[in-house]
């Protein structure tokens, strides 16, 4: 029997069984689909839960002093522009630094009055903490210079307050001083409160801030390292260089995103584990479901292997069109089942919010079908070595 009488009788069989032939199939379809789409959502479940939690501020490193009620804090404990200055110049991989001091005031606007969070920032602070400024501009070098009166407010406090105009060139009332707002902004990645930014905040420069409360001590020091595996070095080296200039009883509390955001990968590979075991269980069931067809296909067409082998087939040759059969079934349906992956984050792209993009990786292409295809052949292979065992005799006169 030559190859191609190989795949004339093996197709000829699968279409003498077509409900059966689908049956299987269909298991192949879900589980190789399965398997793309667990890996798509995954890595791209992964890529965003790392871009929000990089949008808090990219490659970022935070000191803060730590309080203890049981030694009050004196002025030589506290951080200074010196100390961001230090920072800056003697920490290799340093690229931006800032520092941030707030307080709590009051904004009036016609008869209301609110609370809000008035923080004074330095000039680098937009670029740490990745604000997005949804109108104006940010705060500039002569801004700081001149200690001018000028301040950005979040999208919240500019809607309360301007309801119904541009806030850019108005007038706002915080405390006792007037302010002119330069921009709008709001977090890249909303922290909920857990900063210094809060649903209503306004930002001034932080040379005024000092003018004003005398204080020109900074609340929280913020070093943006020049790439993410710098980070834990200049973390280290930021902690050691605040010690040095402080030496007293005070303790900094010097941070990272490191740990969060290593937590987040740990969760994404977990659920990436877990989800790909559903779909190699898929397959595994759908490769038992290729091994029981085959074996019934056998059963059923043991007199035609009886008058091939009596008529000259080999082992081989026997063996070769039953696998043939198997690898059919399951290369169709990898292939089936990858391309309705494939065509699911199309479809569903315009549900999604905002900019999110679901690219389908060319790895679990590749990897679902080599494992659909390998499961068929090493399910195919047990009916397939039976078939060719046959003895022609004993097939002749099988009823």
Request: hydrophobic share 50%; charged share 20%; proline share 4%.
């Amino acid at each position: 029997m030559i190859r191609g009488e190989s795949w004339t009788v093996a197709l000829d069989g699968l279409r003498a069984n077509k409900v059966r032939a689908f049956l299987t199939t269909l298991g192949v379809v879900i589980g190789s689909a399965c398997i793309v789409l667990v890996l798509t959502v995954a890595l791209t479940g992964r890529t965003y839960v790392l871009e929000q939690i990089e949008g808090v501020g990219s490659n970022l490193v935070f000191a803060h002093l730590e309080v203890d009620p049981e030694h009050p804090v004196i002025l030589s404990d506290q951080l200074t522009l010196n100390d961001l200055r230090a920072a800056q110049q003697a920490i290799p991989g340093v690229v931006a630094v800032a520092g941030t001091r707030g307080i709590q005031e009051s904004v009036r606007f016609g008869s209301d009055e609110r609370l809000v969070t008035m923080v004074g920032v330095t000039e680098g602070y937009q670029v740490i903490r990745n604000l997005l400024i949804l109108h104006g501009r940010f705060l500039d070098a002569q801004d700081m210079a001149a200690r001018s009166k000028v301040c950005l407010i979040t999208k919240d406090l500019a809607d309360k307050v301007f309801p119904l105009a541009d806030p850019i060139g108005k007038s706002l009332r915080v405390g006792e001083v007037s302010y002119t707002v330069l921009g709008e902004f709001k977090e890249r990645t909303a922290t909920y409160g857990l900063s210094e930014i809060q649903q209503y905040t306004v930002l001034v420069p932080f040379p005024l801030m000092e003018y004003y409360t005398g204080e020109d001590s900074l609340e929280v020091l913020y070093v943006q390292a020049a790439s993410p595996d710098l980070v834990n070095l200049v973390t280290h080296q930021l902690e050691a260089l605040l010690k040095s200039r402080h030496p007293g009883r005070a303790n900094y509390v010097v941070e990272n995103l490191s740990a969060i955001l290593d937590a987040a990968r740990k969760i994404a590979f977990a659920l990436t584990i877990v989800l790909l075991l559903i779909g190699f269980i898929a397959l595994l069931v759908s490769g038992i479901g290729i091994m029981n067809i085959m074996l019934v296909t056998v059963s059923e067409r043991t007199q035609e292997i009886g008058i091939r082998k009596a008529i000259g087939a080999r082992h081989k040759e026997i063996l070769y069109q039953f696998l043939l059969e198997a690898s059919l079934i399951s290369g169709f349906g990898s292939i089936l089942g990858i391309l309705i992956a494939v065509a699911i984050p199309i479809v569903i792209r315009p549900l999604l919010p905002g900019n999110l993009r679901v690219p389908v990786p060319w790895e679990s292409v590749v990897l679902s079908f080599l494992v659909s295809c390998s499961i068929g052949i090493f399910f195919g292979y047990l009916p397939a070595a039976k078939a060719a065992a046959l003895q022609p005799t004993e097939s002749l006169r099988h009823e």
